[in-house]
């Protein structure tokens, strides 16, 4: 069973910066595509984008299994479960990690 760890978040004041990880264990045999989504209490899940933040975030991947979420000058509005998604390129097979919490306070 593909599992997708999470790690890396927790609580800050508004202006910190965290450093979210997710790691790919048991992968599957497809090639496959990382990403970080985001749920905010009463919103819908949505992809983390680096442009829809303003700068403030960046992706990185030092292996195909790992995936980093570096967010920086963080608010209010980024308080959310963020969680890390996998995705099978040629059968769109989708796999989700349990989510870690980022809560930003004033």
């Known amino acids: 069973q593909v599992q997708l760890e999470e790690s890396g978040g927790g609580s800050v004041q508004a202006g910190e910066s965290l450093r979210l990880s997710c790691v790919v264990s048991r992968a599957p045999t497809c090639r496959y595509d990382l990403d970080w989504y985001r749920q905010a209490p009463g919103k819908e899940r949505g992809a983390v984008s680096a442009t829809d933040s303003g700068g403030r975030f960046a992706f990185s991947q030092d292996n195909p299994d790992t995936l980093y979420l570096e967010m920086n000058s963080l608010t209010l509005e980024d308080t959310a479960m963020y969680y890390c998604?996998?995705?099978?390129?040629?059968?769109?097979?989708?796999?989700w990690g349990q989510g870690i919490q980022v809560t930003v306070s004033s």
């Open positions: 998604k996998l995705t099978c390129r040629r059968t769109s097979d989708v796999y």
